[in-house]
Structure formats: structure tokens, C-alpha cells
DNA sequence: AAAAGTCACAACCGCCAGAGC
DNA sequence: CGCTCTGGCGGTTGTGACTTT
């Protein structure tokens, strides 16, 4: 038999939060505080409500230290790094509990066992002025998982390998102090290697939107090179990854500079919101949505200041004004 | 213009930890 | 020591707004 309920649900009133709830609520709140006890809490403000969800009620919506509104880059980058840092606990807890369930011969239900992966959010919501832990882990759901996901898939796949694309790209915008276009007619392979294993990759138009343009980040230009540095203090939770960015002979390849789980390849997330960044077999791209249909770009940014370079003498790339 | 799909976020649910008795 | 209760937490759901077809 499970625990009593902390109030009679055919008794109070659930659901989105009147403007004269909220008002009732604040006004107790400002008076007298909870009491010490939430539970109580709406009886004697007069609520016909659970005390738990006054509590979420003020916690999560109506404190007036509480930010609403959208979450900044460096907001977004907090999370990231924050959640990589406390993510590496889970798999201590996750495999913990394995090890529990092998050496115990016990069973546990597989929700305790999810319970013993845990995130904390709370501990992340507390780096981020004015965010609730609701707030983050909302966020974290609807966007932020997602954004990470491409990160440890791209860096995945590319850890030890550089690639070859066919056919060449070739220059296909003036180029700009800030920025140079590559392009092809559409990659249709790429031949790669994988921890020295050749590989081949075949796109299908079907599953894989081509790239198009290719877009490198530029910030300081030499004769014959291009050389390649953050350009964002909002890109800094990327700047353990040190990957290496290089377009020669006719091909384009990248590889990770350290070792581990620190090798990488580095995307560049814009906050445009009209910009969605997919991955294909060729690397991350931003979908822009443009007035003359859709163009798809790859941004390839090295973060950790790391040189590479193009050879002007390819066509990929024309001398730079700076 | 309408239906279907997607997104964002407020709210709820069930569980655990710790205090108090 | 064991039980009850409350606060706190993460996971999940519900729903309205918005976008796409």
C-alpha cells in the first residue's frame, strides 16, 4: 500500500493558475511568509489548492528574483558544461546500480534504478541567476539535449579520423574579412579513415541533405593562409575540444588535436532561431532558412586557437582583405 | 483556411531524504 | 529504532501557441 496523498485531489483545484490565485498567493507570501509549512499554506491563505503546488507555484513562477523570458548563449553554455561535468556522474550511479543488481542477485525495479541516475538540476539551475531548476530542466528537454547530442555524435564519429570529400569544393562567394564560402554540386562520398581503417561513405540525397557551402570562421589572415581562433566568448564551453581544421589537396579534413574525450570537431551553433544545425554524414550544418528556399552551410569554427589552413593555390580560397 | 505536427513550458506525479516524535 | 510528515527533486504529462502542410 503506497503513502497517503498529501491532499484530496477531488478537493482542490488543479490545473493553470488564475492571475487571482497568483495574487492570493503573493499576498499571503508577502505577509506571511509559508509558515513554515507549504502544506497548511493554502488553507489558511484561502486557496483551494495542494500545498505542494503553491510551493512549485511561488518556487518556479512567482519569486520575484525569477527570470522568464528566454535563455542567453552564455546561459546556454553554462548548462552544456555544467551537464558535462555532472553528467560524468551518472555513469559512476548507472553502473554502480549494475553491479549492485549483478553481485546482489537482487532485482530492483528498473525505475529505482533510473532514480539512481540522476542529473541535478538544481545544482546547475544555481549557477544561472534567476533560473529555477524547472527552468533549466525544460530547457535542457526541449532544446539543449538536443544541441549536445549532435556534439558527442559529430565527435564521435570524427575522433581519430579525417576525410576526403568528393568532388572538391570549390570557392563560391567572395570572400569577406569574416567569413570565405566553399561549395560543390553536392558531396556525393566521403572517404575517411576510422582508427586507421579506411572507410567510404555514400550519401542518399533521400536521407542526407547535400552540403552546398561550407562557411570557415576567419579572424586573422596572412599571406597564402587563413588562420583559425575562437571568435565567440560564447563558444568557451567548447574550448576543451581542440580540433584541427585543414583544406588541402583538393579535400577538406579535420581531426582532434588531443586525446580521449577531447577530441572533436567543432560546429559553431548560431542563435538564429530560423537556423536549425543538422547533422549528415559530412558534419553539422545549419539549415538557414533563406527568402530564396533553403541553403544549407556548414560553420566550421576552431575554438581552442589551434592554426590551420588553406592553400590559396587551390581555388579554394582567394587572399583575404582584412 | 483547416488540419496536423511541433514546440515550449507550466504543472503534476511519485519518490527520497531528513527532521521530528 | 521505526514511523510519519514535509520539503525537495527529477521525470513526465497536458495544453496552448505556433508552424507546416
Request: hydrophobic fraction near 35%; glycine fraction near 10%; proline fraction near 4%.
Amino acid at each position: 500500500m503506497g503513502r497517503a496523498p498529501c491532499c484530496d485531489k477531488a478537493k482542490v483545484k488543479r490545473g493553470p493558475w488564475s492571475p487571482e490565485e497568483d495574487t492570493t498567493l503573493k499576498t499571503y507570501f508577502a505577509k506571511y511568509g509559508t509558515g513554515g509549512n507549504w502544506i497548511a499554506l493554502p488553507h489558511k491563505a484561502g486557496l483551494k489548492r495542494c500545498g505542494k503546488s503553491c510551493r512549485l507555484r511561488w518556487l518556479n513562477y512567482l519569486r520575484p528574483d525569477i527570470k522568464h523570458g528566454g535563455f542567453t548563449e552564455e546561459e546556454d553554455n553554462t548548462i552544456l558544461t555544467l551537464y558535462s561535468n555532472i553528467g560524468s556522474r551518472l555513469v559512476v550511479h548507472s553502473t554502480s546500480s549494475f553491479f549492485i543488481i549483478l553481485i546482489g542477485r537482487a532485482t530492483l525495479p528498473l525505475k529505482n534504478l533510473l532514480l539512481l541516475v540522476f542529473t541535478e538540476w538544481s545544482v546547475i539551475a544555481s549557477h544561472l541567476k534567476g533560473r529555477t531548476d524547472n527552468d533549466v530542466k525544460n530547457y535542457w528537454n526541449t532544446k539543449l539535449k538536443k544541441k549536445m547530442q549532435l556534439m558527442e555524435n559529430m565527435a564521435s564519429t570524427i575522433t581519430n579520423t579525417s576525410c576526403h570529400f568528393s568532388p572538391t569544393p570549390t570557392l563560391q562567394s567572395a570572400p569577406t574579412a569574416d567569413s570565405i564560402y566553399f561549395g560543390t554540386s553536392g558531396f556525393s562520398t566521403m572517404n575517411y579513415q576510422h582508427n586507421s581503417v579506411a572507410q567510404t561513405m555514400v550519401s542518399d540525397p533521400n536521407q542526407f541533405p547535400l552540403a552546398r557551402l561550407m562557411e570557415v570562421q576567419e579572424q586573422v589572415t596572412t599571406s597564402g593562409y587563413s588562420s583559425f581562433s575562437a571568435t565567440s566568448s560564447s563558444q568557451e564551453f567548447l574550448s576543451t575540444l581542440s580540433p584541427q581544421i585543414s583544406l588541402e589537396n583538393g579535400y577538406a579534413s579535420w581531426s582532434g588535436s588531443g586525446g580521449g574525450e577531447e577530441e572533436g570537431f567543432i560546429v559553431g551553433l548560431g542563435s538564429d532561431p530560423s537556423a536549425d544545425i543538422v547533422m549528415d554524414g559530412f558534419g553539422i550544418h545549419e539549415k538557414i532558412i533563406g527568402a530564396g528556399g533553403d541553403m544549407t552551410t556548414i560553420n566550421y569554427s576552431s575554438l581552442a586557437g589551434n592554426v590551420s589552413h588553406i592553400n590559396s593555390s587551390l581555388g579554394f580560397y582567394q587572399s583575404v582583405a582584412n
